[in-house]
């Protein structure tokens, strides 16, 4: 398979949390996720959460987009909305999230 | 959503690779889900590649299970036999696989 062959770009999100933040870092997630799913492009969006506590990523969300510039747009959308309201409010703990925008090179 | 909810479990393997490995990785990783993918309780496998060259995580295998049941069964399997095969064969280079078993805790 080739990127070209797809009708959609894969967004991953793994969370490096400690278990015990893991449901807080979930409820921030949904709230995002809910406006996110909003934004022209999106597919769907699914947050997993590890069943063991000794996982070193306890969270990963796996969403699907249209396209890799709906998910820009959107991301753009979202980070300025968010820069806005983090200006009236105290920091949060830190997350520890790493993005990226896949494609599917193998499946069964 | 609950665990007991769901009919099947996912599991997740982050690769922790250099983007110039990935490809190797991958057909690797094509032998082996070949395999485990013939084993009772599967249903699918997809496995990505980040777009980005930068990314942290080149590769991201996300395959589901009927049950954690089933998945344990057939990994002891694959374990059994690439260690017999290891056995015989030179060390390949060490990949930084994180694998776990994860619940849908949200979706949009």
Redesign the interface.
Request: hydrophobic content about 50%; charged content about 20%.
């Given at each position: 398979m080739t990127?070209d062959d797809q009708p959609f770009?894969?967004f991953?999100n793994?969370f490096e949390v400690a278990a015990e933040d893991a449901d807080a870092v979930?409820a921030k997630?949904?709230e995002r996720?809910?406006v996110?799913?909003t934004k022209p492009g999106?597919l769907?969006?699914?947050?997993?959460?590890?069943?063991?506590a000794q996982?070193?990523?306890q969270l990963?969300n796996?969403a699907h987009w249209e396209s890799?510039e709906a998910w820009e747009a959107a991301s753009t959308d979202m980070d300025f909305a968010s820069r806005a309201q983090a200006a009236q409010q105290a920091t949060d703990t830190p997350l520890r999230p790493?993005t990226?925008?896949?494609?599917?090179?193998?499946?069964?």
């Open positions: 990127q770009v894969t991953i793994i979930a997630w949904r996720a809910a996110m799913s999106f769907d969006s699914r947050l997993h959460k590890a069943r063991s996982g070193r990523f990963v796996v890799q790493n990226g925008l896949y494609d599917i090179v193998a499946q069964f």
